[in-house]
């Protein structure tokens, strides 16, 4: 039971943060699911268990792999995070590739600075 729940956990920090991503609310996800707002809040809280097929949409809806929302091997939710910065980074072109290199290099530099 304990392992379902951490499993279920996961996935909702998954969905959470793929629908972050992908700019959309809860109730704009919802209206395209045909289902209600707090069902998606649910959801994202661990509290509502995801089927087969919904999973599947949420993959369609938020562009990226069901076997990403349903990874049940990485429990580091910080490289999750690294892996989908690292999806969205391969679509962009090279000149706002550069663009965030230069953004990442000052955010480094600040964060020097201050621990420093």
Do not use: C, H
Not at 98 to 111: F, G
Request: hydrophobic content about 40%; overall charge positive.
């Amino acid at each position: 039971m304990d392992n379902s729940k951490g499993l279920r956990e996961r996935i909702a920090y998954r969905l959470k943060l793929a629908r972050e991503m992908a700019g959309l609310s809860q109730g704009q996800v919802a209206k395209m699911l045909t289902l209600q707002r707090p069902a998606i809040s649910e959801i994202e809280a661990g509290r509502r268990r995801v089927s087969a097929e919904e999973l599947t949409s949420f993959a369609q809806i938020y562009k990226v792999d069901i076997s990403w929302l349903a990874d049940t091997e990485s429990k580091n939710m910080a490289q999750d995070k690294i892996r989908f910065a690292a999806r969205e980074l391969s679509k962009l072109d090279s000149e706002n590739v550069d663009r965030l290199i230069t953004v990442l290099s000052m955010l480094k530099k600040t964060q020097d600075d201050d621990q420093s």
